[in-house]
């Protein structure tokens, strides 16, 4: 069993709380050093107290589910013996509202155009055969109960 840790970390400072127009801005700091300005999205809760430039959960969700078909789309292509020279997604997360009438990610639309080199070129069904593969052993994609489709460019 390995284990994946963060922290977040929000502070009041001067602001006041009780009127609820506090800054949601925080910050994500990782193991390895990395700190990612966050905040709640916009659509969630209005500017100025959210900050349309950083990161969102929702948009982390989407991007660590892409980053994660990804990483195993390049494993399976290595093994098959493929090239991969270049790997761009433009993922796409919807929300909707549940049966509980919450809001969720609902659905989360993977776009991956992959260019590939040398003379062992996967065709149309290989490629679509590697997708699946990924998807099925993405741990992001196995975590969530979004609807998750891959539409390659």
Same mark, same amino acid.
Request: glycine share 4%.
């Given at each position: 069993?390995?284990? *994946?840790?963060?922290? +977040?970390?929000?502070?009041? @400072?001067?602001?006041?709380?009780?009127?609820?127009? /506090?800054?949601?801005?925080?910050?994500?700091?990782?193991? @390895?050093?990395?700190?990612?300005?966050?905040?709640? !999205?916009?659509?969630? $809760?209005?500017?100025?107290? &959210?900050? =349309?430039?950083?990161?969102?959960?929702?948009?982390?969700? $989407?991007?660590?589910? %892409?980053?994660? *078909?990804?990483?195993?789309?390049?494993?399976? %292509?290595?093994?098959?013996? /493929? +090239?991969?020279?270049?790997?761009?997604?433009? =993922? $796409?997360?919807?929300?909707?509202? #549940?049966?509980?009438?919450?809001? /969720?990610?609902? #659905?989360?639309?993977?776009? =991956?155009?992959?260019?590939? &080199?040398?003379?062992?070129?996967?065709?149309?069904?290989?490629?679509?055969?590697? *997708?699946?593969?990924?998807?099925? *052993?993405? /741990? +992001?994609?196995?975590?969530?109960?979004?609807?998750?489709?891959?539409?390659? !460019?």
């Amino acid at each position: 069993m390995s284990q *994946h840790l963060a922290s +977040i970390v929000w502070q009041r @400072g001067e602001q006041v709380f009780s009127d609820n127009q /506090y800054s949601r801005a925080h910050e994500w700091q990782f193991d @390895g050093g990395l700190r990612v300005a966050a905040s709640s !999205a916009p659509s969630s $809760v209005p500017l100025p107290m &959210s900050v =349309p430039e950083n990161v969102d959960p929702e948009e982390a969700v $989407v991007a660590a589910l %892409a980053s994660c *078909h990804m990483l195993f789309f390049l494993a399976f %292509a290595c093994k098959k013996g /493929y +090239i991969v020279d270049q790997y761009e997604d433009h =993922p $796409v997360g919807t929300m909707e509202k #549940n049966e509980r009438n919450r809001l /969720y990610l609902a #659905n989360i639309v993977l776009q =991956p155009k992959v260019t590939f &080199s040398g003379d062992n070129q996967p065709d149309q069904a290989a490629i679509t055969a590697l *997708h699946e593969l990924s998807h099925d *052993h993405c /741990y +992001i994609a196995n975590s969530l109960k979004a609807n998750v489709s891959i539409q390659p !460019a």
